[in-house]
């Protein structure tokens, strides 16, 4: 009752402002005049009775501020009114507006998408999965010791069995794959899936029905699959009649029976996936999933707990089943320290980020998060600078306020509502920015063997992010400000002396200085750090590689699943070698089962003639089948004996050529050559005979230690894959279709899957350093040219501030260039602290990001001081035009103005 | 100009409106000035808190208002006390009752 009459009463009021400001004014009106009678019965004259009963009533404007507070409505309409006056205000002050929005703008959308980017990538649970937190992901350990392996498809057999710890268990292997076919032949993303996925997922089907029993039988493929949402839209236009229609996946046609969700690309996070099939059918695409060899590990495993069961359940009941597996498989179960496998198991949100990587990745996006609050700091800095230069050309208004009666947290409050409706207009444009930026993130593809996919969408997360930033930054900006000027001297302000604000001014200029001093402290952190990157990537670029990576063309070739043919593949990669070597333009052609600086690389086991392994030393050693006069086709060096050649094939003696670091390692001081070693695969009687040594290289990537590397002849152990390494004397990539005309005359049941010169797979495999090269370069160029803009406003301020004391100057006979000097020398100070903070800072950052760091480039000297010379260039730029301008002050007009 | 009605406490400003107009309505001058002839002028009242008071009471619907002709031909506001303000008013005189008996046999013992 009460409340709903409170409710009426308010509305009323707001509504009818007028006449309840009549009736309160008749009020108080009514009050001062009975007081007057009183005193000119007393026998004053009215005039002064009337004056002394103001006076008594201590503020007529104070009862009515009083009176009206009383309500909640109060508190709504004076929001209304402070807000109509603060667009008021900063409609007419456009420079101090624009310049502030933008600033929040840059600060609050650059943050806003870089968190778009972290919540896609940790924080936000999967789309369109059931229950995600139930899920956990199960690992094998690897041979050589390392936790967090995949597991085998009999082994997740077991677990599946496990029913009182899990309610569901998937196998998920991804591969590339080709979808489509002849020109409209793309390379996407595929999921071999266990039958139980999508019902155990519980991802509801946009269309059509998940995998079944039948479909997942183990060596009875059935060519189903299900389409993406993505794929459905663009190759079948979404239409409705797509189930049982056919998609051809490797050229072989499989029957679509479903539909994924919009929202779902699936199991791996980041990985884009266009089909799925049932691990089975793997087999109709080359992909012979090796459902019953529990020796073959490559199934990632994603679970869904029973009710009630937790992680650490779930661990300790699969230890049980690693100790029994590991006794009744010795040979597939017991690793390299001889006792067997363990088993473990991560919740859904630990293992978003793949645990192998974990590390790398984390600090990444640590180092992103991180430079982005600096920038965002910088910005708050910067528009705190300019709404403290807007109070100091306010503080007559502020006076006025305060001596008019406004209380302090009157006056405080409007230049708060002031600050928020720039932090809004920012925060409204960063927001607009940072969809900006995650759609061109989107459209962004890496050039990597499968499409990198984040659901880069805002969503509620992201906005409350947003939002916190915005009023974060109120507070950081405008707070500090707002409670300076509501502090300020009256009588000073009202006078409009310019001493005065000089006295309650020195201060204001030295919190302002303040802030341009951390702004320069963080605009050389960020320059030192894009520094180190820009050097880095130029280390890189000077990297000794130990082979020649110009002139060299990578191509991908393999048998075409869908048709049959010869698929001798030692048989079509010697002849390509002897075809493709005549071509004009091509110096010379071999081919290996992999080549250097790929994403991805294998090892296997080694077993060395008179070399018996530690206790727990790691034997598995990175190789690569190659064809004849492979090193010489990579541009590599033979240091001793020869290279593989055509004498190394089928029947001939089994041979290896090692590289000087696996020299090094096993036979110091001895001649390698003749040397025998093993695969653990083969008999001992197989031994493969060193026939030469080639100079070490660079194998996976740019920055590692010397690896140990065996050179196996492709032509004794064929079936591993084909990349054909041409190497050209012209342009690499221009002999690309003479290439691809080769393949087609010489194989026609084989197909070009991918062509690519060195220099680009190079670049691919810098693509970190160079991402964070590029992110921190346009941060530092943001933050210093924000920290030149905040140095401009307080040099300009001060020169305001000082604008007697310099005519004074002038007029006692200082020249121009004194005066400049002056005035360029105190914001120079300014500079300097802030670089001196700036330099150890940046030093320990260059410490932290020593592990993306290629080169010397982290201890280098150079980097700093270059960071040092642009800051100063830049701070003396923005100090000297508010210089030039007071050594133009004309004294007796500066005196005058008094 | 001393102001020891500051030393009221919320509540009982509220009590002593409601008592000086529980006879007849007054308006916002007359009921300060009851106020200062019926306690000597130990009690003076703050305009300001005074038409505080008279909103709050108001809105809690013990006072009404209305605007009337004073003696001398002016328009003033008037307030009466409603029934549920004489509710209160009788409340409100039974606990200071109560309480300043309490206090005057604390300071007599």
Same mark, same amino acid.
């Given at each position: 009752?009460?409340?709903?009459?409170?409710?009426?009463?308010?509305?009323?009021?707001?509504?009818?402002?007028?006449?309840?400001?009549?009736?309160?004014?008749?009020?108080?009106?009514?009050?001062?005049?009975?007081?007057?009678?009183?005193?000119?019965?007393?026998?004053?004259?009215?005039?002064?009775?009337?004056? %002394?009963?103001?006076?008594?009533?201590?503020?007529?404007?104070?009862?009515?501020?009083?009176?009206?507070?009383?309500?909640?409505?109060?508190?709504?309409?004076?929001?209304?009114?402070?807000?109509?006056?603060?667009?008021?205000?900063?409609?007419?002050?456009?420079?101090?507006?624009?310049?502030?929005?933008?600033?929040?703008?840059?600060?609050?959308?650059?943050?806003?998408?870089?968190?778009?980017?972290?919540?896609?990538?940790?924080?936000?649970?999967?789309?369109?999965?059931?229950?995600?937190?139930?899920?956990?992901?199960?690992?094998?350990?690897?041979?050589?010791?390392?936790?967090?392996?995949?597991?085998?498809?009999?082994?997740?057999?077991?677990?599946?069995?496990?029913?009182?710890?899990?309610?569901?268990?998937?196998?998920?292997?991804?591969?590339?794959?080709?979808?489509?076919?002849?020109?409209?032949?793309?390379?996407?993303?595929?999921?071999?899936?266990?039958?139980?996925?999508?019902?155990?997922?519980?991802?509801?089907?946009?269309?059509?029905?998940?995998?079944?029993?039948?479909?997942?039988?183990?060596?009875?493929?059935?060519?189903?699959?299900?389409?993406?949402?993505?794929?459905?839209?663009?190759?079948?236009?979404?239409?409705?009649?797509?189930?049982?229609?056919?998609?051809?996946?490797?050229?072989?046609?499989?029957?679509?029976?479903?539909?994924?969700?919009?929202?779902?690309?699936?199991?791996?996070?980041?990985?884009?996936?266009?089909?799925?099939?049932?691990?089975?059918?793997?087999?109709?695409?080359?992909?012979?999933?090796?459902?019953?060899?529990?020796?073959?590990?490559?199934?990632?495993?994603?679970?869904?707990?029973?009710?009630?069961?937790?992680?650490?359940?779930?661990?300790?009941?699969?230890?049980?089943?690693?100790?029994?597996?590991?006794?009744?498989?010795?040979?597939?179960?017991?690793?390299?320290?001889?006792?067997?496998?363990?088993?473990?198991?991560?919740?859904?949100?630990?293992?978003?980020?793949?645990?192998?990587?974990?590390?790398?990745?984390?600090?990444?996006?640590?180092?992103?998060?991180?430079?982005?609050?600096?920038?965002?700091?910088?910005?708050?800095?910067?528009?705190?600078?300019?709404?403290?230069?807007?109070?100091?050309?306010?503080?007559?208004?502020?006076?006025?306020?305060?001596?008019?009666?406004?209380?302090?947290?009157?006056?405080?409050?409007?230049?708060?509502?002031?600050?928020?409706?720039?932090?809004?207009?920012?925060?409204?444009?960063?927001?607009?920015?940072?969809?900006?930026?995650?759609?061109?993130?989107?459209?962004?593809?890496? $050039?990597?063997?499968?499409?990198?996919?984040?659901?880069?969408?805002?969503?509620?997360?992201?906005?409350?992010?947003?939002?916190?930033?915005?009023?974060?930054?109120?507070?950081?900006?405008?707070?500090? $400000?707002?409670?300076?000027?509501?502090?300020?001297?009256?009588?000073?302000?009202?006078?409009?002396?310019?001493?005065?604000?000089?006295?309650?001014?020195?201060?204001?200029?030295?919190?302002?200085?303040?802030?341009?001093?951390?702004?320069?402290?963080?605009?050389?952190?960020?320059?030192?750090?894009?520094?180190?990157?820009?050097?880095?990537?130029?280390?890189?670029?000077?990297?000794?590689?130990?082979?020649?990576?110009?002139?060299?063309?990578?191509?991908? %070739?393999?048998?075409?699943?869908?048709?049959?043919?010869?698929?001798?593949?030692?048989?079509?990669?010697?002849?390509?070698?002897?075809?493709?070597?005549?071509?004009?333009?091509?110096?010379?052609?071999?081919?290996?089962?992999?080549?250097?600086?790929?994403?991805?690389?294998?090892?296997?086991?080694?077993?060395?003639?008179?070399?018996?392994?530690?206790?727990?030393?790691?034997?598995?050693?990175?190789?690569?089948?190659?064809?004849?006069?492979?090193?010489?086709?990579?541009?590599?060096?033979?240091?001793?004996?020869?290279?593989?050649?055509?004498?190394?094939?089928?029947?001939? $003696?089994?041979?290896?050529?090692?590289?000087?670091?696996?020299?090094?390692?096993?036979?110091?001081?001895?001649?390698?050559?003749?040397?025998?070693?093993?695969?653990?695969?083969?008999?001992?009687?197989?031994?493969?005979?060193?026939?030469?040594?080639?100079?070490?290289?660079?194998?996976?990537?740019?920055?590692?230690?010397?690896? $140990?590397?065996?050179?196996?002849?492709?032509?004794?152990?064929?079936?591993?894959?084909?990349?054909?390494?041409?190497?050209?004397?012209?342009?690499?990539?221009?002999?690309?279709?003479?290439?691809?005309?080769? %393949?087609?005359?010489?194989?026609?049941?084989?197909?070009?899957?991918?062509?690519?010169?060195?220099?680009?797979?190079?670049?691919?495999?810098?693509?970190?350093?160079?991402?964070?090269?590029?992110?921190?370069?346009?941060?530092?160029?943001?933050?210093?040219?924000?920290?030149? %803009?905040?140095?401009?406003?307080?040099?300009?301020?001060?020169?305001?501030? @000082?604008?007697?004391?310099?005519?004074?100057?002038?007029?006692?006979?200082?020249?121009?260039?004194?005066?400049?000097?002056?005035?360029?020398?105190?914001?120079?100070?300014?500079?300097?602290?802030?670089?001196?903070?700036?330099?150890?800072?940046?030093?320990?950052?260059?410490?932290?990001?020593?592990?993306?760091?290629?080169?010397?480039?982290?201890?280098?000297?150079?980097?700093?001081?270059?960071?040092?010379?642009?800051?100063?260039?830049?701070?003396?730029?923005?100090?000297?035009?508010?210089?030039?301008?007071?050594?133009?002050?004309?004294?007796?007009?500066?005196?005058?103005?008094? | 100009?001393?102001?020891?009605?500051?030393?009221?406490?919320?509540?009982?400003?509220?009590?002593?409106?409601?008592?000086?107009?529980?006879?007849?309505?007054?308006?916002?001058?007359?009921?300060?000035?009851?106020?200062?002839?019926?306690? @000597?002028?130990?009690?003076?009242?703050?305009?300001?808190?005074?038409?505080?008071?008279?909103?709050?009471?108001?809105?809690?619907?013990?006072?009404?208002?209305?605007?009337?002709?004073?003696?001398?031909?002016?328009?003033?506001?008037?307030?009466?006390?409603?029934?549920?303000?004489?509710?209160?008013?009788?409340?409100?005189?039974?606990?200071?009752?109560?309480?300043?008996?309490?206090?005057?046999?604390?300071?007599?013992?």
């Amino acid at each position: 009752m009460s409340i709903l009459r409170a409710i009426r009463d308010g509305l009323r009021r707001l509504t009818s402002r007028a006449s309840f400001e009549r009736d309160l004014e008749d009020e108080v009106e009514h009050f001062v005049e009975e007081e007057a009678r009183g005193a000119t019965l007393g026998g004053l004259d009215p005039g002064e009775a009337l004056r %002394v009963a103001r006076a008594r009533l201590g503020g007529v404007e104070r009862i009515k501020e009083d009176a009206r507070a009383g309500g909640w409505e109060f508190v709504v309409d004076t929001f209304i009114h402070d807000l109509r006056y603060a667009l008021r205000t900063l409609r007419r002050n456009v420079g101090y507006t624009s310049a502030a929005i933008a600033t929040l703008a840059i600060g609050i959308g650059g943050s806003t998408a870089v968190f778009t980017i972290v919540n896609a990538a940790f924080l936000r649970p999967p789309a369109e999965v059931r229950a995600p937190d139930e899920l956990v992901s199960i690992y094998t350990s690897d041979y050589s010791g390392p936790p967090y392996g995949s597991s085998s498809y009999p082994d997740i057999d077991v677990f599946r069995e496990q029913t009182h710890l899990f309610s569901g268990v998937v196998a998920v292997a991804p591969r590339p794959i080709g979808i489509g076919e002849g020109d409209d032949l793309r390379n996407e993303g595929l999921e071999l899936v266990s039958a139980d996925y999508f019902a155990t997922l519980g991802v509801r089907l946009a269309l059509g029905r998940g995998f079944g029993p039948d479909e997942g039988r183990t060596g009875v493929p059935v060519a189903v699959t299900v389409i993406s949402h993505t794929l459905w839209q663009q190759d079948f236009g979404g239409s409705r009649h797509v189930i049982g229609q056919s998609v051809r996946l490797n050229g072989r046609p499989f029957s679509i029976i479903g539909v994924a969700p919009s929202g779902y690309r699936g199991a791996i996070r980041g990985i884009a996936i266009s089909a799925w099939i049932p691990v089975p059918a793997g087999a109709l695409i080359g992909n012979e999933g090796g459902e019953r060899e529990r020796g073959n590990r490559s199934y990632l495993v994603t679970a869904r707990l029973a009710p009630g069961v937790t992680v650490e359940q779930a661990t300790a009941g699969l230890a049980t089943v690693a100790r029994n597996l590991a006794q009744s498989y010795p040979e597939a179960w017991l690793d390299v320290t001889r006792t067997g496998r363990r088993i473990s198991v991560l919740s859904e949100a630990e293992s978003r980020v793949p645990p192998q990587v974990r590390g790398p990745v984390l600090g990444f996006a640590g180092l992103l998060l991180g430079t982005m609050v600096l920038v965002l700091l910088v910005c708050c800095a910067n528009v705190a600078g300019l709404t403290l230069a807007r109070a100091a050309r306010r503080a007559r208004e502020m006076g006025v306020r305060l001596s008019l009666g406004a209380s302090r947290r009157r006056v405080v409050r409007q230049l708060l509502t002031e600050s928020s409706v720039v932090a809004v207009a920012g925060a409204a444009g960063g927001v607009g920015l940072a969809l900006l930026v995650s759609r061109g993130l989107n459209a962004w593809r890496p $050039p990597l063997p499968l499409e990198v996919a984040l659901d880069l969408r805002l969503d509620a997360r992201v906005l409350l992010v947003a939002l916190g930033i915005a009023v974060a930054t109120v507070l950081l900006f405008g707070l500090a $400000p707002a409670l300076r000027a509501s502090r300020a001297a009256v009588s000073g302000m009202l006078k409009g002396d310019e001493g005065a604000i000089a006295v309650g001014g020195r201060r204001r200029v030295s919190l302002q200085g303040a802030l341009v001093t951390a702004q320069v402290a963080i605009s050389m952190l960020l320059l030192v750090g894009a520094m180190l990157f820009v050097r880095s990537l130029h280390s890189a670029s000077q990297i000794d590689p130990g082979f020649a990576p110009d002139h060299l063309l990578l191509v991908d %070739v393999e048998p075409r699943p869908d048709l049959q043919g010869p698929t001798d593949e030692a048989g079509v990669a010697a002849q390509l070698q002897r075809q493709i070597g005549g071509l004009p333009g091509v110096t010379s052609v071999s081919w290996g089962s992999t080549s250097p600086l790929a994403l991805g690389s294998s090892r296997r086991y080694i077993q060395i003639d008179g070399y018996r392994p530690a206790e727990g030393e790691d034997m598995e050693y990175h190789y690569n089948f190659v064809g004849p006069r492979y090193v010489d086709a990579l541009g590599g060096t033979i240091v001793a004996g020869r290279g593989i050649s055509d004498a190394d094939v089928a029947g001939a $003696p089994l041979a290896v050529v090692v590289n000087e670091a696996f020299a090094r390692r096993f036979w110091r001081g001895e001649s390698p050559l003749g040397k025998r070693l093993t695969p653990s695969e083969q008999t001992p009687d197989q031994w493969h005979v060193v026939v030469g040594v080639s100079r070490t290289a660079k194998y996976r990537s740019l920055t590692e230690e010397p690896l $140990p590397y065996l050179y196996f002849p492709a032509l004794q152990e064929p079936g591993h894959g084909v990349v054909l390494h041409v190497r050209t004397a012209v342009h690499p990539l221009s002999v690309r279709d003479a290439v691809r005309r080769e %393949v087609a005359a010489v194989a026609p049941t084989w197909q070009v899957r991918s062509v690519r010169s060195m220099e680009q797979q190079m670049g691919v495999s810098l693509t970190p350093q160079r991402t964070a090269g590029v992110l921190l370069s346009l941060f530092g160029l943001v933050a210093v040219m924000l920290a030149a %803009v905040g140095l401009y406003g307080v040099v300009a301020l001060a020169v305001a501030a @000082r604008r007697r004391e310099i005519g004074i100057r002038m007029a006692l006979g200082a020249t121009a260039r004194g005066v400049v000097r002056l005035v360029v020398g105190d914001g120079a100070r300014l500079v300097l602290i802030g670089i001196a903070l700036g330099l150890p800072a940046g030093w320990a950052i260059a410490r932290l990001l020593g592990a993306f760091l290629i080169g010397e480039a982290a201890r280098s000297v150079v980097t700093f001081a270059a960071a040092t010379v642009v800051l100063v260039m830049i701070a003396l730029a923005a100090a000297w035009m508010p210089a030039r301008r007071a050594a133009r002050i004309r004294p007796m007009m500066a005196l005058r103005d008094e | 100009v001393a102001d020891q009605s500051t030393d009221l406490i919320q509540g009982t400003l509220d009590m002593l409106i409601l008592k000086a107009i529980s006879l007849e309505p007054l308006h916002g001058f007359g009921v300060a000035r009851r106020i200062e002839q019926i306690s @000597r002028d130990v009690f003076r009242v703050n305009p300001g808190s005074l038409i505080l008071a008279f909103r709050r009471l108001e809105r809690d619907g013990t006072v009404t208002s209305e605007w009337r002709a004073t003696q001398n031909n002016r328009r003033a506001k008037y307030y009466q006390i409603t029934t549920k303000g004489k509710k209160r008013l009788e409340a409100e005189r039974r606990e200071w009752e109560r309480r300043s008996t309490a206090i005057a046999r604390l300071l007599e013992a």
